[in-house]
């Protein structure tokens, strides 16, 4: 055999060793495209009735959510009437009733200082000593300021 043949021979092996790889790959790709495409018949079997479920779903929220809407919208137009009314009722009854409670604070003051019995001198003992009470000043001359 001549150098030609052998090298003949090695290209000819390495070939078919080439071509038996390539051969295993190929059956191992069409495996994995079929588990491929079962896989996504599986998943789309279940996602049709999950995507009807999940589009109902948002249906029934979207209604759900225009009832709250106009249960807010009525909610609103009660507070401002409440607002409305209370201001009314307080620029209706505030002004008279503070002057009603001003008079009669007014004629209470003014008829408990005629009848009040004037209050007797106290004493006060500090460490064995005696003050009168016009030194300290009476209890009605504590909170006025000259």
Do not use: C, H
């Amino acid at each position: 055999m001549s150098g030609g043949e052998v090298a003949g021979i090695l290209v000819a092996v390495f070939w078919a060793i080439l071509v038996s790889f390539l051969a295993v790959v190929l059956v191992r790709l069409a495996q994995v495209l079929k588990a491929t495409t079962k896989l996504v018949a599986d998943v789309t079997e279940q996602a049709v009735p999950l995507l009807g479920e999940a589009s109902a779903t948002v249906r029934t929220a979207q209604t759900q959510l225009e009832r709250v809407d106009a249960i807010a919208t009525d909610v609103q137009e009660v507070t401002s009437n409440a607002s409305a009314l209370s201001t009314t009722v307080a620029s209706t009854f505030g002004g008279p009733l503070v002057k009603v409670a001003a008079f009669g604070y007014g004629v209470r003051r003014a008829l408990g200082r005629k009848d009040a019995p004037v209050p007797s001198p106290r004493r006060t003992v500090i460490v064995g000593r005696t003050l009168p009470s016009a030194r300290r000043g009476s209890r009605r001359d504590r909170g006025k300021k000259d």
